[in-house]
């Protein structure tokens, strides 16, 4: 009869020590896989966030011109939906990473431009109507909501988008 190596106790240490070390291992190798900042969508108490739903393809520093008509179509249907009543006020933000050096941002819903660009982190639009259609009938029953963020080029270098839901 041999006697064991290691107690059962030491056995278990060496295996925890293991796992914690393959772990880091694969901590290590999704260090490139960087998410992206958030952008975020209130109303009233309702908020939404979500990562860029479109960024540059392979070692280019912008979007290009195929990208963006793609990136701003209405089809996506993994886009977050937030509620809007007409004359809610539709509060956007953005992390700080999005605006430093020099970047800005602009939204837009549907086709109306919301402000101007601004490097600030926050901004609020209080009882706009995303659904009117200029009395060209009844509007749609969702509108989609894009946070484009521009480098200093003047560019697009990333999309953020989301869905308001009439109520």
């Known amino acids: ?41 209130t109303v009233g108490t309702s908020s939404v966030s979500a990562e860029a739903t479109c960024l540059p393809e392979g070692d280019a520093k912008e979007l290009s011109a195929e990208q963006l008509e793609k990136c701003l179509s209405p089809d996506s249907k993994d886009i977050k939906s937030v509620d809007y009543r007409q004359g809610d006020t539709l509060r956007l933000g953005v992390e700080p990473e999005i605006v430093e050096d020099g970047k800005k941002w602009l939204a837009v819903a549907g086709t109306q431009s919301l402000g101007e660009l601004t490097d600030n982190t926050y901004q609020s639009f209080r009882g706009m109507n995303p659904f009117a259609t200029g009395g060209q009938g009844e509007g749609p029953s969702e509108v989609p909501v894009h946070i484009a963020q521009f480098g200093e080029s003047g560019k697009p270098i990333a999309i953020w988008s989301f869905n308001l839901k009439r109520q």
Not at 15 to 29: E, I, N, P
């Open 1 to 41: 009869m041999t006697a064991p190596l290691f107690s059962g106790r030491a056995r278990r240490t060496v295996a925890a020590l293991g796992a914690v070390s393959a772990g880091l291992l694969a901590l290590s190798a999704c260090a490139n896989d960087k998410p992206t900042p958030l952008a975020t969508v």
